[in-house]
């Protein structure tokens, strides 16, 4: 079955970078985009970007722009999403969703706790 | 970003229909139609339909989407409790090259 499966919890010192995994199975990993979708606490969802893994090309939310990087290795299928210059704002549950092109995110990791803290 | 707009919160009691609503402008859902997802708290969002009308396999009939302008709509039938959610609307905003979400709309089921 298709699974998501993201990296651990993460604790980053304002300034700092964070670079969240996201392990795919299941599927032909080249032929869907991978987006990244913010959760702050008690808040609705914000998109950073999206990469495309057969290319690849990445598109990056305005907001984001300079801050974020979104890589992939075809070797282990796997999605990789890079935050710099973290502030508190930045603290956020961070999901990787996999797109069928043209459709939505219809699958989701489990999510991935940061917390930017001094 | 600009983003779309649902209201905060709506309550409905069980086997009643509910419906929510997600209003964009004509560059996101009156362009492509929107996506529905339905968050329980602690756990990821799960797709209920995209561009409008279309569900995922394992989704209940229950669930149907719609499209008016720019507005779209998603209308749950026989409520459950186990539908007692966070529910969100996304779109691709083509003024944005990006995607856009609705604040969410939380759903209580008496």
């Known amino acids: 079955q298709v699974q998501l499966v993201q990296s651990g919890a993460e604790v980053k010192k304002p300034g700092a970078s964070v670079k969240v995994s996201c392990k795919t199975s299941g599927y032909t990993f080249t032929n869907y985009y991978m987006h990244w979708v913010r959760q702050a606490p008690g808040q609705g969802l914000e998109w950073l970007g999206i990469?495309?893994?057969?290319?690849?090309?990445?598109s990056y939310a305005q907001k984001f722009q300079g801050r974020v990087t979104m890589t992939r290795d075809t070797s282990t299928t796997t999605v990789y999403m890079e935050l710099s210059s973290l502030g508190s704002e930045d603290t956020a549950v961070y999901y990787c969703a996999r797109e069928p092109h043209g459709q939505a995110m219809d699958a989701w990791g489990q999510g991935t706790p940061v917390t930017v803290s001094s | 970003q600009a983003g779309l707009t649902q209201p905060p919160s709506v309550s409905k009691g069980l086997r009643q229909t509910a419906t929510l609503t997600c209003t964009g402008n004509?560059?996101?859902?009156?362009?492509?139609?929107a996506a529905w997802l339905q968050q329980h708290q602690g756990h990821p969002p799960k797709l209920l339909s995209y561009r409008t009308n279309n569900r995922p396999s394992g989704i209940s009939e229950r669930f149907s989407a719609s499209r008016s302008g720019n507005t779209a709509s998603l209308t749950i039938t026989g409520l459950q409790a186990e539908d007692e959610a966070d529910y969100y609307c996304?779109?691709?905003?083509?003024?944005?090259?990006?995607?856009?979400f609705g604040g969410g709309t939380k759903l209580t089921v008496l």
């Open positions: 004509s560059n996101d859902v009156g362009y492509e139609g």
């Open positions: 990469i495309n893994p057969n290319g690849p090309s990445t």
């Open positions: 996304s779109a691709w905003d083509s003024s944005l090259s990006a995607w856009v």
